[in-house]
């Protein structure tokens, strides 16, 4: 299994508290979603977000094929950090952690998810049309976000953004 890394950084402007209810409300995932992807919350939605909550989603991600996405929130500090881990889905592996810290100019907002495709090597051959894909979603919400907290661009902090392998 070959682990993939993808790393993003934005700055956001606004308090912790209300830029984590934004994100602890899993509702709002439809909102920072490109509608291509045609994003439809089944279950799971109905609380804001804790440890051990089951998300399930359906997605039209690659070639306009729907498919279930189900993700578990595996960790939460409130105010600092929470990890979705998907449970059934397109990937072999899912882990992404989402972290919240201040810093000048209002919260740093970071994004590092570990994934996995399945069928490992059969599936590396379209691994980079995946990373294209990926990257656009990524790209989406860092503009969607920007425009709800009239956040600042990427910041460029260790090169993040670049495409990494482990």
Request: charged residues 25%; aromatic residues 12%.
């Amino acid at each position: 299994m070959k682990l993939q890394r993808l790393e993003r950084q934005q700055i956001l402007k606004g308090n912790i508290s209300e830029i984590w209810a934004f994100f602890a409300d899993p509702a709002n995932l439809e909102k920072i979603t490109p509608e291509w992807m045609h994003f439809d919350i089944r279950s799971g939605h109905e609380k804001p977000m804790f440890q051990g909550q089951i998300l399930e989603y359906r997605i039209k991600a690659i070639a306009g094929i729907p498919m279930t996405w189900v993700t578990e929130i595996t960790h939460v500090k409130e105010g600092e950090y929470f990890v979705d881990e998907q449970r059934f889905g397109p990937y072999r592996l899912w882990h992404h952690l989402h972290r919240f810290s201040p810093c000048d100019g209002g919260i740093l907002m970071e994004d590092c998810i570990h994934y996995a495709l399945p069928m490992d090597p059969f599936s590396r051959p379209v691994h980079p049309f995946i990373r294209k894909k990926l990257e656009a979603v990524f790209y989406y919400r860092k503009k969607a976000i920007q425009k709800i907290f009239l956040s600042s661009e990427d910041i460029p902090i260790k090169n993040l953004g670049l495409s990494t392998a482990l």
